[in-house]
Every structure is written in structure tokens, then in C-alpha cells.
């Protein structure tokens, strides 16, 4: 094989990963609808990520997503409507509000993981356990990536 032939099969493989991603992503979103009618992906990242941190400021959340803050803040208005956070005062600094999950956001963040680690075991209960390694090794590898600051000169 030469270093072409090579060249273009990895090029095929990220072509490849590039679109089983996309669909990926695609039918993330289409089953968090399914899981729970009030919870899109994206209340649910955020609700997993509050429980996850203990709870945090708006603002956290906008830099741990790379989202806009208004973009993040019409999602914490849409879940503090429905009841699944709140906003408490930050015990060390009185100016901050820091946000967490309520109870019923708790109860509900807990049914839909669950049903979604119940797909996700049915989907991959044929697959044998060296593979499910690997996938799960390389699923870390990828999302371990972290990108370089662009130049800004």
C-alpha cells in the first residue's frame, strides 16, 4: 500500500466518523424527546451537569458549553419555569446565585438516565465485552480533546 492509498483510506475513515457522529447526534436528540416530554439533549446536559457539579452559575455553564450566555439563560428560564432547578444564593458570595437541581428535577433527571442507560444496553447487548472496551476507550479519547487557542494575532 503506498502512503496515498493509506491517505485516502484515513481520509474515508473520517469522512465516515464525521457522519455515524452526525446521526449519532441526531438520534440523541430525537430519543431525549422520547424519554421525557418536557427535557430536550440540552436540558438534560445541563441538568446532568448541575448534579454533576453540585450545582453552578450561569455563567459556568456558558463557558463549560462555549454557549452564549443568553443562550443559556433562556434554557435556565425554561427549566426553572417547569420546576427542575432553582437559583440559591452562593453561601461564600451573597451577589452570586448559584443554580441547582430541585427535587423533582433530581427525580426526573434520574428516570430519564436510567432510560437511557436501558437503550443503550440494549442496543449493545450483542456486542462482546473487548468491543465495548474499545469503543468506550475511544469515546474518552475523542471527547478528551481538547482544541489549541486559536491565534488571535
Known sequence: M????????????????????????????????????????????????????????????????????????????????TGLIERRLDPEDHRVQVLHLTDTGREILAQVTESRRAAFRERLADWPEEDLQRFATYLTRYNAWIPAPKDRG
Open 2 to 81: 503506498t502512503a496515498a492509498e493509506g491517505e485516502g483510506e484515513g481520509e474515508t475513515a473520517v469522512e465516515t466518523i464525521q457522519r455515524e457522529m452526525t446521526v449519532f447526534a441526531r438520534r440523541a436528540r430525537a430519543s431525549a424527546g422520547r424519554m421525557h416530554p418536557e427535557l430536550s439533549l440540552v436540558s438534560y446536559t445541563l441538568l446532568g451537569h448541575l448534579e454533576e457539579r453540585g450545582g453552578c452559575r450561569a455563567t459556568d455553564l456558558a463557558a463549560h458549553y462555549a454557549l452564549d450566555k443568553s443562550t443559556v439563560s433562556r434554557q435556565v428560564a425554561a427549566l426553572e419555569r
